[in-house]
């Protein structure tokens, strides 16, 4: 069970209790709470978009789809989705489609939604396919302190 080197180094540097939990691979969030038995409510996804200014990370509960008209509003910002190549060059010690949500881990600005701010654990992928990391609520809002929260989400 291991996570990423940058966001490891980035909560122990917080001084954030962390536990990991290892489930089979996965392809999906979605399936990664269901294999590590988790709440797909309280498993924290993240979405890299790109604007013309930069990327940002779109954190929403794996048991939802991201509004992206919405989150344009909310941004003033056109946005789309990152290519596979730019979320690579981002998050160098990750697995595609295992980003971590703690963007300031890798100098990239986070919206948060808002469906995620009273959840009392938070599980999230730990950069590869294999590991989920679970903070407390309390500490993910610690985490998340400069992330701007807005709703721009909806269950899927």
């Not at 990370?57 to 992206?68: D, G, N």
């Not at 808002?114 to 989920?132: I, M, P, Q, R, W």
């Amino acid at each position: 069970m291991t996570i990423a080197q940058k966001l490891r180094a980035y909560i122990d540097g917080e001084g954030i209790a962390y536990d990991t939990l290892s489930h089979h691979r996965t392809r999906t969030s979605s399936q990664s709470a269901m294999a590590a038995h988790v709440s797909g409510g309280s498993l924290a996804k993240s979405v890299v978009v790109h604007h013309e200014t930069g990327y940002a990370l779109a954190v929403v509960p794996s048991t939802h789809r991201i509004e992206l008209s919405t989150l344009q509003d909310v941004m003033d910002r056109r946005l789309g989705l990152a290519s596979e190549d730019e979320v690579g060059a981002l998050f160098t010690d990750c697995d595609l489609g295992a980003i971590p949500p703690i963007g300031s881990a890798y100098d990239v600005p986070v919206i948060l939604d808002e469906s995620l701010g009273n959840a009392s654990d938070v599980y999230f992928e730990g950069g590869d396919h294999k590991t989920l990391v679970r903070v407390s609520g309390a500490d993910f809002r610690s985490l998340m302190k400069d992330a701007r929260v807005a709703r721009f989400s909806h269950p899927s």
